[in-house]
């Protein structure tokens, strides 16, 4: 598991008193920023389309499309999602 995935399985884990109470603190807040952010960092394979005319790839978070691979790189620069550079077409 890599350490991001840990770190997001420990936030994913939040404390006993908010879930009893079921009510959101300061901390779960956070945690959840926390969580939304760390799940950026996970490398997702850009989607490939091959249309007949044209051919693309799309950002798997939040659908930003990229017209030629070498414009891909490490994140996407419209949501920040990390990207996997290795794409398959």
């Not at 779960?28 to 926390?34: E, L, Q, W, Y």
């Not at 249309?51 to 070498?70: D, L, R, T």
Request: net charge neutral; hydrophobic share 35%; charged share 25%.
């Amino acid at each position: 598991m890599r350490e991001i995935e840990k770190a997001l399985a420990m936030f994913k884990n939040r404390c006993e008193d908010c879930n009893a109470k079921n009510t959101r603190c300061c901390a779960v807040c956070s945690h959840d920023k926390a969580m939304a952010a760390l799940e950026k960092q996970i490398p997702n394979k850009p989607v490939y389309h091959n249309m007949p005319s044209n051919f693309y790839w799309v950002c798997p978070q939040c659908g930003k499309i990229y017209w030629e691979k070498a414009f891909i790189y490490n994140y996407c620069d419209s949501c920040g999602q990390r990207l996997e550079l290795e794409v398959e077409e």
